[in-house]
């Protein structure tokens, strides 16, 4: 089975800082990683994923994350936030050649952006 | 351009009552799947389709039925709802090959 640990239910920072929001997961097998937003009131929006290729990156609205095999971590990082990236981040997995594409989220982190 | 569509958006239920949760999408997607929301749990999987006709257990299935008649429509159905059952629903799907899913805005219920 697989798991993921979202290291920080709420991230609180100020607008145009950066941020960091951690994620790290374990699995018997290997994994495809992806990260949703979801904005107050809605649903969850796909921000980026990892399926092979270069560890980092790129998503929409400026986030990147990088895949560490070694420390099964997918860290979501942004260089400068804004008052709009205010939401709820979600962290999920996927088993690679599974049968259902289940995904298996995290509970997410709360980033609250304060002017 | 609908994606997934779920109905109602909100609904208010007493105990014992039952109801039904519509999730349509219009994408041709084979795999469609329920999850529950629930602060600090993030989303957990209750029941999940592969295919039309098909359906299965995800982690949380006690207390919910599901049927998938045709390929474009997921019904989650709560025969006997428990104030436990408080929650906000999302269905959501995908397509062989495709890991990631297009979700539906989500269905506020309340048990009371």
């Known amino acids: 089975a697989q798991s993921v640990t979202q290291l920080d239910s709420q991230v609180p920072v100020f607008e145009e800082a950066p941020v960091e929001l951690r994620c790290n997961y374990s699995?018997?097998?290997?994994?495809?990683l992806f990260w949703y937003v979801q904005y107050p009131n809605q649903g969850l929006q796909l921000l980026l994923k990892?399926?092979?290729?270069?560890?980092l990156v790129k998503g929409i609205n400026g986030f990147e994350a990088e895949f560490n095999k070694s420390q099964t971590s997918f860290h979501l990082r942004k260089p400068s936030v804004h008052i709009s990236d205010t939401a709820e981040y979600f962290c999920?997995?996927?088993?690679?050649?599974?049968?259902?594409?289940?995904?298996?989220f995290g509970k997410g982190t709360l980033l609250t952006v304060n002017p | 351009n609908a994606g997934v569509t779920q109905t109602p958006k909100f609904r208010v239920l007493k105990t014992g009552q039952s109801m039904t949760l519509l999730c349509a999408q219009d994408?041709?997607?084979?795999?469609m799947y329920w999850y529950r929301q629930d602060p600090g749990m993030g989303l957990r999987l209750i029941h999940y389709?592969?295919?039309?006709?098909?359906?299965a257990k995800g982690e949380v299935p006690d207390g919910y039925n599901v049927s998938r008649l045709k390929k474009q429509n997921f019904l989650l159905g709560l025969e006997s709802a428990a104030p436990s059952q408080t929650s906000v629903y999302f269905c959501?799907?995908?397509?062989?090959?495709?890991?990631?899913?297009?979700f539906g805005s989500g269905t506020r219920l309340t048990v009371v």
């Open positions: 959501a799907s995908t397509q062989t090959g495709n890991y990631g899913y297009t």
């Open positions: 990892y399926l092979s290729g270069s560890t």
């Open positions: 389709s592969v295919g039309e006709g098909t359906t």
């Open positions: 994408m041709n997607h084979e795999y």
């Open positions: 999920a997995v996927s088993v690679i050649g599974g049968s259902n594409y289940k995904l298996t």
């Open positions: 699995s018997s097998v290997s994994v495809y």
